[in-house]
């Protein structure tokens, strides 16, 4: 299923609303999930099960604990579908 880019970004711009546990929940409201790090010692040796994971509409993003998850889901969300910035696209928006 290819991305809702619009949709992505219109979830980040919610979420910076919203502050501290209100931003949480919100991003639960909205479908999301924050994923904590595993406590099996077999799955230690995989660095992604070792930091939070905050996932929505197809885009999953780690932290040091959920918040910074979320954190970091917002800030790719926020640009997401937009093109890079270099020295030929400088005026696209």
Same mark, same amino acid.
């Given at each position: 299923m290819p991305l %809702?880019?619009?949709a992505?970004?219109?979830a980040a &711009? %919610?979420?910076k609303q919203h502050h501290g546990l209100? &931003?949480?929940?919100?991003?639960?409201?909205l479908g999301g999930t924050i994923t904590p790090p595993s406590d099996d010692p077999?799955?230690?040796w995989e660095p992604e099960t070792l930091t939070h994971r905050a996932e929505l509409l197809g885009i999953c993003q780690t932290g040091s604990d959920g918040y910074a998850a979320l954190s970091a889901w917002i800030a790719v969300a926020s640009s997401s579908?937009?093109?890079?910035?270099?020295?030929?696209?400088?005026?696209?928006?």
């Open positions: %809702d880019f619009p992505i970004r219109q &711009r %919610d979420l209100d &931003r949480l929940f919100r991003f639960f409201d077999q799955d230690w579908g937009q093109p890079h910035f270099n020295e030929t696209n400088h005026g696209a928006t």
